[in-house]
């Protein structure tokens, strides 16, 4: 664990959770092995390595593309090819006329089970009312810029619907395979905060 273990520095809001789960724990609603194996898959498992596959699967293969976009819940569940994502996530896919950004101004509703742990940029209060007032100027201080005359939308996720942003395939990719296009889907570039990388890792 961290080098905290005293409790000294964690945050009120840290220390509400972590008198949460004692009482839950001594009450006999959880057990603190399962939470901890939970935390564990979330911390390593399940990361934007997941997204950037569904992505990357979206660039070569049309048909899963455009079931993805349909519904990508259940296109992801249909293709056996990742692990099952949660209900009611929807992929927005970038256009050169369209730019899509996710945000929850509510809170941080994200979606997990494709990008793992969210940044703590994406919790933050400044983002999540920026992103609605200025979004070009928020995407500006991700070093995007947008060309003149394409659209900028952003999307707010709730309880229930989580976005996953479907970037642009790089130019000079033709005939690579889903693992090499994975390599340059990042995480911010399903959010919507960045671009895919270039065919030689750089950003656009
Ligand atoms: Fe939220």
């Given at each position: 664990?961290s080098?905290?273990?005293?409790g000294?520095h964690l945050?009120?809001?840290e ?5 949460l ?11 603190p092995?399962?939470l901890?194996?939970?935390?564990e ?9 997941i997204?950037a ?7 070569v293969d ?7 976009l ?10 056996g090819n990742f ?15 369209q730019?899509n950004?996710v ?5 941080s ?10 940044p ?5 209060a400044?983002y999540?009312s920026?992103v609605?007032?200025d ?8 070093g ?8 900028l939308?952003v ?18 990719t033709?005939?690579?395979?889903v693992?090499?296009l ?23």
């Amino acid at each position: 664990m961290s080098d905290h273990e005293d409790g000294s520095h964690l945050t009120e809001m840290e220390l509400r959770v972590r008198a949460l789960e004692t009482v839950l724990a001594e009450k006999g609603y959880i057990d603190p092995a399962v939470l901890d194996l939970i935390v564990e898959h979330f911390e390593t498992k399940v990361g934007p390595h997941i997204g950037a596959r569904v992505v990357a699967q979206a660039w070569v293969d049309t048909a899963f593309r455009q079931a993805l976009l349909a519904d990508a819940t259940a296109a992801i569940a249909a293709s056996g090819n990742f692990p099952p994502v949660g209900d009611h996530l929807i992929a927005v896919e970038n256009t050169p006329d369209q730019h899509n950004m996710v945000v929850c101004t509510l809170c941080s509703c994200y979606p997990w089970d494709v990008l793992g742990l969210p940044p703590v940029w994406y919790k933050s209060a400044p983002y999540r009312s920026r992103v609605v007032m200025d979004p070009r100027g928020v995407l500006r201080e991700f070093g995007v810029a947008l060309p003149e005359g394409a659209r900028l939308r952003v999307w707010d996720s709730t309880a229930e619907t989580r976005y996953l942003v479907l970037p642009r395939r790089p130019a000079g990719t033709e005939g690579w395979t889903v693992d090499q296009l994975a390599a340059l889907v990042t995480r911010d570039s399903m959010i919507g905060t960045g671009l895919a990388l270039t065919p030689e890792g750089d950003p656009q």
